[in-house]
């Protein structure tokens, strides 16, 4: 009796063991295992920070429980500029832009077109929901946000163009050109007067502008390019695997940042009441965005289900959730796209890096965040307000840092062009640390679709350039396999060296 027990159990275990359903799960969840750790993590944090927060923790607690976020952070935004500078080389000098000009093209007006319907559907939305309350200013006891007290739309292009063509290339890498008004007293009346500064942070426009045009003329050198491509090429290599024992440390510094910026807030629940409709309509613009009106344009663009390449985007979306900094993502945005999705490595290398100017997540922020702030001003807005302020969240968004709140300088930055009280962006910044993690996702998937949707549209000029050139050092196989792109590389000596990464 016991031993046929026994059998019977063993049977049902084989049965179910050998179940194609059960091996599809196991198989899902070892591909998957990366992002389920980061949302296991993201989890902890939450948790650990809610039951932390009504201890009142010391200050230097609370930085030691941010520490390793902190450092984890530091990591990550110390390999972006290596990796943007010799992505953006290697791109340009493989893909030849001179032969391949419609890459570079399509890539800039897609860019474009999303940026300018992000900042049309976020002024749909603020006209239509009307977030704004004016209740909500007299009962704000947030402290006043200081910033740059004026800014016109001519300024925002003229800094782009400052900043596209920095002085001093160095200098670009720890700062930006920005125009802000000096004021003047003169008797009894005040003028301001135009002054162009800089302002820390890494001037990243400047640095793409330069590394293309760098990596352009490059690729036009013959044999002659190969010493200076081989040492770019070695050290995106070398930064791959730096970034191979780095993430490692993701779970933990995923559940650090979030630990730590849930204990330090203020006054969590009465904050998210007061803003809850600008928070509902800024996310529910994110996220129709990004679930409807990206997987409409995919679909349609390369005619099969977005699903797969979506959720295959999991890492580096949840990373990019996490630690709320495209830039910071950028490394595990590239080993997704080019060791799991296999997507062709002369996109990803050209597409990501300029992806900065792309910010969709921001374009549509910028202009429900001045609709609200004029709706709780009570403040009437005409057409030509509304196509102004459409024109400025376009610029503003295109030259926005890839970096944590960088959109609520500029917010404060743009009251200037519809004379609103800077003060009130205060309201903004109470809630900027969970709207900010939204925008930075949508703002990393428009650019890994953007990889897609360029791949497609380039597969001719891309398959002519591998054709012209046998020899190259990347050559890809384009196959379609459930759904997703597969690259066969040949270059097996950089598949090789990642072939026991997580991801």
Sequence with gaps: MERQRAE?????ISKVKNSPRVNTIIEWLKHNRFLIIILVSVII????????????????????ISYP??????TLKLMVL????????????????????????RTIVYFVLTSVFNVCLGLTLGILVHPGNSDIKITNSTPAFSGPKKMNVMDG????GKNLLPENVFQATIQQTLTEYEPIKKENQTTFKRV?????GTNTLGIIFFCLI????????????????????VTYEVMQKILTGVIWFTPLGVASVICGKIITLADLTSTLIQLSMFIGTTVGGFLFYQLIVLQLIYFVILKKSPWPYYLSLGPALATAFATASKSASLPITFKVLDEKLKMNPKITKFVLP????????????LSIALLFLAQINNLQLGIGDIFTIGLACTAASMSSAAIPSAAIVLVVMLCSVINLPTEDVSLLFAVDWLVDRFRTMNNLIGDCYTVAIVQHLSKEELLEDDNNNPNAKEPEEEAHVNGTFVMQEQNERVAQSFNNTPV
Excluded: Q, W
């Design 45 to 64: 944090g939450v948790t650990v920070g809610l039951i932390l927060r009504p201890l009142n923790l010391s200050s230097d607690t609370i930085i030691l």
């Design 69 to 74: 976020g902190d450092l984890f952070l530091r």
């Design 8 to 12: 019977s159990t063993f049977t049902i």
């Design 196 to 200: 162009t500064k800089y302002k820390d």
């Design 214 to 233: 760098f990596g352009t003329i490059l690729g036009t050198m013959g044999e002659r390019k190969r010493p200076v491509l081989d040492f770019f090429t």
């Design 354 to 365: 300029i992806g900065t100017i792309n910010m969709d997540g921001s374009a549509l922020y």
């Design 82 to 105: 290596p990796f943007i500078i010799s992505c953006l080389i290697i791109g340009a000098a493989n893909l030849d832009i001179s032969k391949n000009g419609n890459v570079a093209v």
């Design 157 to 160: 292009f003229l800094d782009m």
